[in-house]
């Protein structure tokens, strides 16, 4: 099991956490911007993110929760540690437009679920993504309780992209823990997202660990 780790909720500094992230053994550093507007906070441009992580060495999973994810591409596309894009299929009115947009750039392409959204909605992208980002919490904060009732998704996204031969990783984002990361390899999770498990810790790799 691959893990990303968001750093939405810590308890030491910005740059004393992303250093720590950055040393170790995660596979991704999972970005949330938010924008105020698709949720009720916001934090980052993509401006600040490069500059964050201007000297830093893992590859970043930008979980964009923002109406006009489209605006943003662009200076995404010019970060060489980006590796994917994601967009919520729910903050645009024709997703594949976005997604068409990400895969002329060298990124790859997520598409994020809300947890009311069903899996049939993104059935006719599946065929153009490299990353479904199934949201267990309803996005915008750290820190809130894993809901089971997603559990059926990761299988549903299992089966169909084995029926047809994609390739999309299937990742995992919210209230992430030694238990309900059990939940989620079983269903048939690549990846999961890890913010307040392992940044609220004293030992990171440890936590991550416990994740695989
Ligand atoms: C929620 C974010 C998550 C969040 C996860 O909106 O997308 O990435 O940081 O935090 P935990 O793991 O604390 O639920
Ligand atoms: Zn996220």
């Known amino acids: 099991m691959k893990v990303g780790v ?4 810590i308890k030491e500094d910005l740059e004393t956490t992303i250093n720590k992230i950055d040393e170790s053994t995660a596979d991704y550093v999972h970005v949330d911007m938010m924008d105020g507007m698709f949720v009720p906070n916001s934090n980052y441009t993509p401006a ?6 201007k000297k830093t060495n893992k590859k970043l999973d930008v979980h964009m929760m923002v109406c006009s994810p489209n605006k943003y591409v662009k200076e995404f596309a010019k970060m060489s540690n980006v ?3 994601t967009l919520h299929y729910e903050s645009h009115r024709r997703p594949i437009d976005v997604i068409n947009m990400i895969r002329h750039t060298p990124l790859k392409v997520g598409i994020a679920i809300n947890p009311e959204t069903k899996v049939s909605h993104i059935v006719p992208l599946l065929n153009h993504i490299d990353q479904v980002l199934v949201m267990s919490v309803k996005p915008g904060k750290g820190g809130q309780k894993f809901m089971e009732d997603i559990l059926y998704k990761i299988e549903t996204l299992k089966d169909i992209r084995e029926e047809n031969g994609y390739h999309y990783v299937i990742n995992v984002d919210g209230g992430i823990n030694e238990e309900t990361a059990k939940m989620v ?3 048939g999770a690549d990846m999961v997202v890890a913010g307040s498990y392992v940044c609220m810790s004293d030992d990171y790799n440890e936590k991550i660990e416990k994740l695989r």
């Open 48 to 53: 600040d993110i490069k500059k964050i992580f």
């Open 185 to 187: 390899k079983e269903a």
């Open 83 to 85: 590796e994917y894009l």
């Open 6 to 9: 968001s750093f939405l909720t």
